[in-house]
């Protein structure tokens, strides 16, 4: 178990239960920049490191292998005769794309997580994210708990100990740590229990101390910063989720049916007839490639359209959007057909 190092009092003071002489620092500003102005006291920012994780080095290491993996595969994709086999290298590029972008995410926090502390509140920063945890919601700090357990999940990899830990009682352990438990302060809240690790947690405490006695300047809630979740917006309906899939697989459908036929196709290909039967637009097979490239460049800029349509509170025009991609992608697709199957 840890060792309780302080908690609140009745009147939201900070009691600290240890010998430490707190006048010193009263004395001296709390050891912190204060200034006035417009008749009131304004209080800087204290920022404090985290110790270094050896998991972002990993995790630096698993994205330059990614990245060089994936430009291998795409320079032979390029190189190599378009085949079945094409579609599969193609699949997994697309396949690696979330996995690059989730372990760069995690390697970023990994290597900028800090401890901003004013009078009002501590924010823990980690990669963009921003976790706002209000002084005035705090009931005790415990130094240190035995670590337990955890099946281990490669979606907490790297950063291994920025996660959320569901307890036996439904208390939520909320870890914005670089270190295990055993040297973490645990912040008791009324939002749960969080788990941080500054580098020097004594000095942390002291500041805490100290703006605490300052007072706070303003109440504030708990909420995590983040930049815009774009993801999240398009999700959140099921229409929107199902709408966007269907967009994805449609092309999918597109270059795979095409680098599938591809091999059997004449090297040049009839894609137009005059009134009289007379062909009059007569193009290399690889011309065919700017019908899936129309479906993927309307699925692009459809579920961008789409996004801004619900960034303002208007999921019908979103939709709409989303639904044309679709009928563009069944169009194209149908001219797909009827070019390759008059060639066979």
Wanted: aromatic residues 12%.
């Amino acid at each position: 178990m840890g060792r309780v190092r302080s908690q609140w009092g009745n009147r939201g003071a900070l009691s600290c239960w240890t010998d430490r002489a707190w006048s010193k620092r009263e004395d001296s500003s709390f050891g912190v920049e204060v200034w006035r102005k417009a008749g009131f006291i304004e209080l800087a920012r204290m920022v404090y490191a985290a110790p270094s994780d050896r998991t972002r080095w990993h995790g630096l290491a698993a994205l330059c292998w990614l990245i060089l993996t994936d430009a291998t595969l795409l320079m032979w994709l390029t190189l190599k005769p378009i085949t079945w086999s094409s579609f599969l290298l193609l699949l997994v590029i697309l396949v690696t794309l979330p996995v690059l972008f989730h372990v760069s995410m995690r390697t970023w926090g990994a290597f900028n997580l800090e401890y901003w502390l004013d009078r009002n509140a501590l924010r823990v920063r980690w990669a963009d994210k921003c976790q706002v945890i209000p002084l005035h919601s705090i009931r005790r700090i415990i130094e240190g708990v035995d670590e337990f357990s955890l099946r281990p999940s490669l979606l907490a990899w790297p950063s291994p100990f920025v996660r959320t830990v569901e307890g036996e009682q439904g208390q939520r352990l909320v870890r914005l740590a670089s270190v295990p438990l055993d040297r973490c302060l645990l912040i008791e809240t009324d939002g749960g229990i969080f788990a941080i690790s500054p580098a020097d947690p004594d000095d942390f405490l002291e500041e805490l101390q100290a703006l605490n006695r300052l007072g706070l300047s303003r109440r504030l809630s708990f909420q995590r910063e983040e930049r815009t979740n774009y993801y999240a917006i398009a999700t959140e309906s099921r229409a929107g989720r199902w709408l966007l899939a269907a967009g994805l697989v449609g092309c999918l459908i597109l270059f795979g049916y095409l680098m599938f036929r591809f091999p059997q196709l004449p090297e040049t290909l009839v894609f137009h007839y005059n009134r009289q039967g007379v062909p009059d637009s007569i193009r290399p097979k690889s011309a065919l490639f700017l019908l899936p490239s129309i479906g993927l460049l309307t699925y692009l800029i459809n579920s961008a359209a789409g996004l801004w349509m619900k960034q303002r509170s208007q999921p019908s025009g979103a939709h709409l959007f989303w639904a044309g991609t679709l009928l563009v992608q069944a169009l194209s697709f149908l001219a797909l057909f009827s070019l390759t199957s008059m060639s066979a």
